[in-house]
């Protein structure tokens, strides 16, 4: 009972102050590494299907390329990396160093990372279109933009749900990685309670707890999404 009353006492009233906000912060990065990630994704999965040359090169090698590289070393290479080319482009235009943002950097360098799995998910989304239905709204003479904005998006959003639902989750768990840049997010901080009060075992049980917590609340969005959307799906 002893163990349990300091074991409060260190997770909610020493640290929970402390862990919610870096909870908030990992959420906020998710959010909008997801948002530059579905942007990131959908144009270059746009290029891989109009099969322009150059364009398709760029884009087969930025998705080679992120799905190969370990997703830490490449948020070390592009945060460190970024930020000296920021600098050094500054320095030609005889200006000061800038500082880095440590939660617009997260983002960018997340959603960077994620695009390349965001891309694949869409374009095989697409793909799965009924061709009828775009031949369909050509043979009307809908113009291009239309056939995106009323055929190819709402229809391709089923398909693509249940991917970019794993890819959210796995983003949950990638902005932890975060940490090893010195961004305060929820492991940092939980890292810093666990040293602190030297409790790791209670600490790390507790973020684990979090990060389950997140996952089954996400779990369950992405469940009454998917029945909204269903109904948009012809029946079989």
């Known amino acids: 009972m002893e163990w349990?009353?300091?074991?409060?006492d260190a997770v909610v009233l020493d640290w929970g102050c402390a862990l919610l906000q870096g909870a908030l912060v990992t959420l906020q990065i998710s959010l909008g590494a997801f948002s530059v990630g579905?942007?990131?994704?959908?144009?270059?999965?746009?290029?891989?299907m109009t099969r322009h040359g150059l364009l398709l090169r760029l884009a087969n090698a930025y998705t080679t390329v992120c799905r190969a590289v370990p997703e830490l070393?490449?948020?070390?290479?592009?945060?460190?990396a970024g930020g000296d080319l920021i600098n050094w482009v500054l320095a030609q235009l005889d200006q000061g160093p800038a500082p880095i943002n440590g939660f617009m950097a997260a983002v960018v360098v997340l959603g960077i990372v994620q695009g390349?799995?965001?891309?694949?998910?869409?374009?095989?989304?697409?793909?799965?279109i009924p061709t009828g239905h775009l031949e369909a709204a050509r043979a009307f003479g809908c113009p291009r933009h239309m056939i995106v904005q009323r055929i190819?998006?709402?229809?391709?959003?089923?398909?693509?749900?249940?991917?970019?639902?794993n890819l959210w989750l796995i983003l949950i768990k990638d902005s932890a990685l975060i940490s090893v840049v010195g961004y305060n997010e929820l492991l940092f901080t939980t890292k810093q309670a666990a040293g602190s009060t030297r409790e790791y075992l209670l600490f790390y049980l507790a973020v684990a707890a979090v990060y389950l917590l997140i996952t089954l609340l996400s779990n369950l969005l992405f469940s009454r999404f998917d029945?909204?959307?269903s109904r948009w799906m012809p029946a079989h």
């Open 4 to 8: 349990l009353t300091k074991a409060f």
């Open 38 to 48: 579905l942007c990131i994704g959908l144009l270059v999965a746009m290029i891989k």
């Open 73 to 80: 070393l490449l948020i070390l290479l592009l945060y460190y």
């Open 116 to 128: 390349a799995y965001a891309a694949e998910i869409i374009r095989g989304a697409v793909q799965s």
């Open 152 to 165: 190819i998006l709402p229809e391709m959003l089923p398909y693509a749900l249940g991917g970019l639902s």
């Open 227 to 229: 029945r909204r959307i």
